[in-house]
Every structure is written in structure tokens, then in C-alpha cells.
């Protein structure tokens, strides 16, 4: 049996750009947090450094071919390039991808995941602090920021599930009309002779606290992904931590678990994710979230549970996200590290083969009360 279709989203801040250099100082990229990352308790796994890929500048071909390379000999069939459009036609941190559709290189399949969320100073904090504002002026923005990707959509290495390309829509809950924006641009791909999208809505609830999104099937989204980190804790034992966490001074710490199954959804219309780790102090300090005792044996397991939970469906819907290609600064990636060398993409490669058998294994074809 085919194993799952494994897509990990992709995060393009690799490279300066002028709004970086403005709001954080010259040269600022990604790399700037990872780099000055500190131990902030005894056992801390900080700073995480990258090993094999280095600390790569995005704006060269030769480093997307190199991690497209690893993926793809590790099981990982797309990326999903976080896509940025604030409104009005305003995009950043575009470069890589635009680079990635003109040249057709490198050959590793493909999707885009709007980011459709303010970027502020929350996780510095500095919540207050608007660097650039997510706006939606209505419906000739959403025809500009369809024909902006329809090129994108029209590119043979797109993800495609039953022929149509996916499209992944981070913040569902922000838009102002949800089931309008999937009508309208289910109308504008049909027009423009594509076989319609397949439109995918995060149901974030980072740490099990509830679910920020759920009306996938009531506006018309193809699937939703539920987004929950491997987190041993209940909500009570949330608000435990927190407050420890402010006695203390940080940062909030929570056990990684290997119990994928019991603590995600599963359902027709949701598609499971995965997440390597957890630990964004790189970005805000004692502010962040840690994921404890994360591991590649660990990480294979809860990809063994997530694989199995499609493994039921016809082979073109088993998509299983992962959290992240190379989100260094939020402790989520793949890319080979300095602690784990290749671990992270060796557990996911052998965790997808051990689910694709499993069928109804455990979790799988499960639908509790309330998922869409």
C-alpha cells in the first residue's frame, strides 16, 4: 500500500530582505535568531544549529537544490512555501519561490500556504507593535491574489489531489467571509481552466487549549489540518505552567508524547500533522514554548500513527503535513542538525513506511464527537 503523501511547509526568511533590515537591523534573517539562541534552564537543547545544509542563503539556487535533494530522499513529496499577501498586492519574502516557478528548478513538487496573519512584535514582547498589517479590502484584492498564483497553480510540479491544486489558508478564521473567499476562487480557477482548487483550512489549537477554526465543511473547504503539538499536558496543567512560567520567569515547558492518535483529530474532512519538536525561545526568550524530550525515535512513532490514520484513503487524499521543513527558529525542522545529524528525516522516512500498511491501526478511520 502507498504510504502517506508528506508536505512540509517551508518557510522562505533565509534571506535579508529591506523590511527586515528596517524592523530588526541590516542583514537580519532567520539565521539571526538561531544563532544567538541561549540555554535558558539546566538541559535546554539551545542553541540548535543546522549540520549538512549550513547556514544556507535562499536566494541561491544551489541551497534549495541541496534541501530539495534531502527531502526527497527521505519520503518529504512537496513543499508548502509560506505564501505572504497582506492585501493590496503587497507580498514579502517572495524571492525564493518566484525564483523556484521561473527557473523550474529544483524539480521537488510544490504548494502555497497563505500566511494570512499581522505580522507584529507578539513574540518579542511587543504585541502592540504592527510591523505590517493583514487586510482584506474586499473582493478585486482577492481576484489580484488569485491571478497573482495562477501561474504558480498552472506549473506541472504543483501538488495536485484529484487533479486540482492545493491551496493552504493558515488563519481561516481571520477571513471576513471565509465561504465567500472558497466560492470565489473556486469560480476563478474553473474559469481560468483548471479543474477547480483544493482548498485546504488550518484548525490550529497549538497546545490542545481548542480549536481557533472549525467550520471547514459549513464555508466549503476541501479538508482541514488539524495543528496540535505533541504536548503531554491537559488544560489544567496549562494553566499551571503558565503560572509557574510567570513566577519563574520562563520559559513554558511541556513533555513531548508519542500519543499522536489520542490527542488529534481524525475524520473525512481532516488531514493530520506532524511536528519534529517544538521550542521558539530562539525568537522570544523567556516568552516561548518548549517542547521536552523530543526525539527522532519519538517523532518516528507519532508519523507512524498519523500515516496509518489515512492509510484507509484512496492514495491521491493521503496528505500528512509536517511542521516544519526548516522553521529552525521555532525548534521544528527536518534539516539536519548539529544534536541529530539526518534523525529528524530518517525517522520520518522510516515512520511514513510503518504506517502505510496499518490501515485501520489505531486512530485510523476514527471520528470523535464534534470533529468536521
Not at 3 to 20: C, D, G, M
Not at 263 to 273: E, F, I, Y
Amino acid at each position: 500500500m502507498a504510504t502517506a503523501r508528506a508536505v512540509a511547509f517551508y518557510l522562505p526568511q533565509f534571506h535579508p530582505i529591506p523590511e527586515n533590515d528596517a524592523w530588526w537591523g541590516p542583514g537580519f534573517t532567520e539565521w539571526t535568531n538561531v544563532a544567538r539562541a541561549r540555554r535558558l534552564y539546566p538541559g535546554h537543547a539551545q542553541p540548535d544549529l543546522p549540520a549538512d545544509l549550513g547556514f544556507y542563503d535562499l536566494r541561491l539556487p544551489e541551497a534549495r537544490a541541496a534541501q530539495a535533494e534531502l527531502a526527497q530522499q527521505h519520503g518529504v513529496e512537496a513543499f508548502a512555501y509560506w505564501h505572504y499577501w497582506f492585501g493590496d498586492g503587497r507580498r514579502i519574502l517572495e524571492r525564493p519561490f518566484t525564483e523556484v516557478l521561473a527557473t523550474g528548478e529544483p524539480g521537488i513538487s510544490f504548494c502555497l500556504a497563505w500566511a494570512n496573519q499581522t505580522w507584529s512584535g507578539i513574540w518579542h514582547g511587543d504585541a502592540d507593535r504592527v510591523l505590517m498589517e493583514q487586510r482584506y479590502p474586499g473582493r478585486a484584492d482577492h481576484v489580484a491574489h488569485f491571478e497573482a498564483v495562477l501561474p504558480a497553480f498552472r506549473d506541472p510540479r504543483y501538488l495536485r489531489v484529484g487533479g486540482r491544486p492545493v491551496f493552504y489558508v493558515f488563519r481561516p478564521e481571520e477571513l471576513p467571509d471565509a465561504a465567500g473567499f472558497v466560492d470565489l476562487w473556486q469560480s476563478l480557477a474553473r474559469r481560468a481552466g483548471l479543474e477547480g482548487l483544493y482548498l485546504v483550512a488550518e484548525m490550529s489549537d497549538l497546545v490542545g487549549r481548542g480549536v481557533r477554526y472549525d467550520r471547514v465543511k459549513e464555508d466549503g473547504f476541501d479538508a482541514g489540518v488539524y495543528m496540535r503539538m505533541p504536548a503531554g499536558t491537559s488544560r489544567a496543567d496549562v494553566l499551571r505552567m503558565r503560572a509557574v512560567r510567570k513566577l519563574a520567569g520562563g520559559p513554558e515547558i511541556h513533555p513531548y508524547t508519542t500519543t499522536w492518535a489520542r490527542q488529534n483529530r481524525t475524520g473525512d474532512l481532516v488531514q493530520p500533522c506532524v511536528y519534529p519538536n517544538w521550542d521558539n525561545t530562539p525568537r522570544s526568550g523567556r516568552r516561548g514554548i518548549v517542547l521536552r524530550g523530543a526525539t527522532p525515535d519519538g517523532f518516528r512513532e507519532n508519523v507512524r500513527q498519523a500515516a496509518a490514520s489515512v492509510a484507509h484513503r484512496p492514495a491521491d487524499e493521503r496528505l500528512l503535513w509536517v511542521k516544519s521543513w526548516n522553521e529552525w527558529a521555532e525548534g521544528n525542522h527536518l534539516e539536519p542538525d548539529q544534536r541529530f545529524g539526518r534523525g529528524w528525516l530518517e525517522a520520518l522516512r522510516d515512520g511514513l513506511s510503518d504506517g502505510a500498511g496499518e490501515g485501520a491501526g489505531e486512530g485510523a478511520g476514527h471520528e470523535p464527537e464534534g470533529a468536521p
